[in-house]
Every structure is written in structure tokens, then in C-alpha cells.
């Protein structure tokens, strides 16, 4: 059993188009994290939501934790190619990280 | 600052045998971890080193694997005997106090 699901798993869209991608789970974290994975490298941390409701912007990506901390989202606007990878939700809990499976993001020139 | 870094970054052997990876984390850092991804599945803890103490290793998956971190820095995840579902790629991790955790780049361990 995941504790953290993403979805979608894959997604392949034109540059320039926007795109949202989920992660729920049935328990309660008290921070999400995002993590980005190029191929061959380990995952690097884009961002840490702790607060519920909390929005994080980083560039044209927007990070939202959920009210129940128990859901976040990733939005990409004007989608690049550059923005291809793979993009993990991760959930702290004791000192341990509990990641999601990934949505593998493929933006088209 | 050198980040974490994985030795080998491939490894492949057969069934039955013995494979040493190592981890040497970002220095200073006396926190350090190792995850292992299988194929289809996500990203799982292993085990959780504080200098040279296993803090917590609950998700070591049997007595075929054994960690070590001698001195508190570099980190060593032996694999005897090899398994078939051993394959994967195994991921170390530093931090500092309750930082954000800093990963490596893997191996990438095959067995045949």
C-alpha cells in the first residue's frame, strides 16, 4: 500500500501549455516536499510546504499544500522543455522521507 | 561544497555474490541515509545513520544487507549473498541536524 499517490504517473504536453500535478494521501504529513529527478542524478528538493493552504512559487512552478495537510499540488505555467523530468512528492515523517512514485513530465518543443 | 557522492555508479554481478557500495556524504554532515528504488516501485527508506550509530534501520528488508559507518563519514551497504530482486538503484542521503536531506546520485545495481 502507497501512503502517497501521485498522479498523473505520465504526462506529455506542448511547450507553452500549463499543467497541474497531484499528490494525495490518507494520512496527515507535517510538511510535503517536491523533489525534481533527472535521469541518471539523485532528487534534488525544489520545495517544502509545512503550513496547511500553504502556496509556494518558485519561478513559473506554484506548490499548494492542502488546508488538511494531507494533499499537495505542483503547477506549471508556460511549460518549457527544460521543465522534462521526473516529479516526486515526498512526506517527512520521523527523520525518514516517504516518496510517491512520480509523474514523468515530458514537454514537447 | 562537494554534494554526496555514490561509488560505483553501476554495479552488475551475479546471483550469489557479494557487492560493497559506498556513500561519502556532504562533510560535516553527521546524518546519513540510504533509500533503494526497485523498478515500478517508489523511492523506500533503508536505514539512518547519526555519525557512526544506527539510528534507525527498519527498512533494511532482510540480514542479507549490512550497513556500516565506521568513524562517522563514509558509509558502506554490503549485499550478501545477491538476490535477483536486489536490483535497483540505491540512494544515499546527508544532512545536518534536521536539514534538508542532500542525495547522491546512486548505483545502479543489477543482478543477473
Redesign the interface.
Known amino acids: 500500500t502507497q501512503l502517497l499517490e501521485q498522479s498523473p504517473q505520465f504526462l506529455s504536453i506542448q511547450e507553452g501549455e500549463n499543467l497541474t500535478v497531484y499528490c494525495n494521501s490518507s494520512s496527515v504529513f507535517s510538511s510535503l516536499q517536491w523533489y525534481r529527478q533527472e535521469p541518471g542524478e539523485g532528487p534534488v528538493l525544489l520545495v517544502t510546504v509545512v503550513t496547511g493552504g500553504e502556496v509556494k512559487k518558485l519561478k513559473r512552478l506554484t506548490f499548494q499544500f492542502g488546508d488538511a495537510r494531507k494533499d499537495s499540488s505542483l503547477h506549471i505555467t508556460a511549460a518549457q522543455p527544460g521543465d522534462t523530468g521526473l516529479y516526486l512528492c515526498a512526506g517527512r515523517r520521523d527523520d525518514k522521507i516517504i516518496f510517491g512514485k512520480g509523474t514523468r513530465l515530458h514537454i514537447l518543443p | 561544497e562537494a554534494g ?1 557522492t555514490q561509488f560505483p555508479s553501476h554495479s552488475v554481478i551475479e546471483k550469489g555474490q557479494t557487492v560493497t557500495l559506498r556513500c561519502d556524504p556532504i562533510s560535516g554532515h553527521d ?1 546519513l ?1 540510504w ?1 533503494r528504488r526497485v523498478m515500478g ?5 533503508l536505514l ?1 545513520f547519526v555519525k557512526e550509530s544506527k ?2 534501520e527498519s ?1 533494511m528488508p532482510n540480514n542479507r544487507f549490512l550497513a556500516e559507518r565506521t568513524g562517522g563519514t563514509y558509509s558502506t551497504l554490503k549485499v550478501q549473498p545477491a538476490e535477483l530482486e536486489d536490483s535497483g538503484v540505491y ?1 544515499c ?1 546527508s544532512s545536518q541536524d ?1 536539514g ?7 548505483t545502479r545495481l543489477s543482478i543477473l
Request: aromatic content about 26%; hydrophobic content about 30%.
Open positions: 554526496v546524518n541515509y533509500y516501485k517508489e523511492i523506500k527508506f539512518h539510528q534507525d527498512g540512494f542521503a534536521w534538508p536531506q542532500h542525495f547522491g546520485d546512486g
